[in-house]
C-alpha cells in the first residue's frame, strides 16, 4: 500500500513531463519554420500544454467545467434516442417539421431523415431493394 502511494504521483508527474517535452518538441520542429514563431522552453511548452488542456480538453476524470453536463456514457444510454421512442407519430412529424422549419436536413440527402417511411424503423413495412 505505502508503495503505491509513491509510485502513482511519480508516474503522474512523469507523464505531465513527458507530455510537455512532447509539446516542446513538436513546437520546435513545425513552427518556427512553418509560421517563423521563436523556439519555446520546456516550462513555456508545459504551460501551453496545461492551456490547451484548460482550453480544449478538460483533465481526466472531469467532464468539462464544473456544472457543465457532458456527454452521456455509453453505460447511461442515449436521452434523445430514448425521448425519440417515446414520442407518438404526431409528435415526430412536428419534431421533424420545425427541423425542417429552422433549415436542418439540407443538401447532401440530408432530407431522408425526413421521409415518411423512416419514421420507425423497427416498424417498417417495406423490405430493402436489391441493386440492380
Not at 436536413?105 to 416498424?123: A, I, V
Amino acid at each position: 500500500m505505502k508503495k503505491r502511494f509513491f509510485i502513482i504521483p511519480l508516474f503522474g508527474v512523469l507523464a505531465i513531463a513527458a507530455f510537455g517535452a512532447i509539446v516542446m518538441l513538436l513546437w520546435n520542429f513545425v513552427v518556427p519554420g512553418v509560421l517563423g514563431l521563436a523556439t519555446i522552453n520546456f516550462w513555456q511548452a508545459l504551460a501551453l500544454f496545461a492551456l490547451a488542456r484548460i482550453l480544449f480538453g478538460g483533465f481526466p476524470g472531469r467532464r468539462g467545467f464544473p456544472g457543465r453536463r457532458g456527454m452521456p456514457s455509453s453505460r447511461e444510454g442515449n436521452p434523445f434516442r430514448a425521448k425519440w421512442e417515446k414520442m407518438t407519430p404526431e409528435e415526430r412529424k412536428d419534431f421533424i417539421n420545425r427541423r425542417k422549419k429552422f433549415g436542418f436536413g439540407g443538401p447532401f440527402g440530408g432530407d431522408r431523415f425526413f421521409d415518411e417511411n423512416n419514421f420507425d424503423r423497427n416498424n417498417s413495412s417495406e423490405t430493402p431493394k436489391e441493386n440492380e
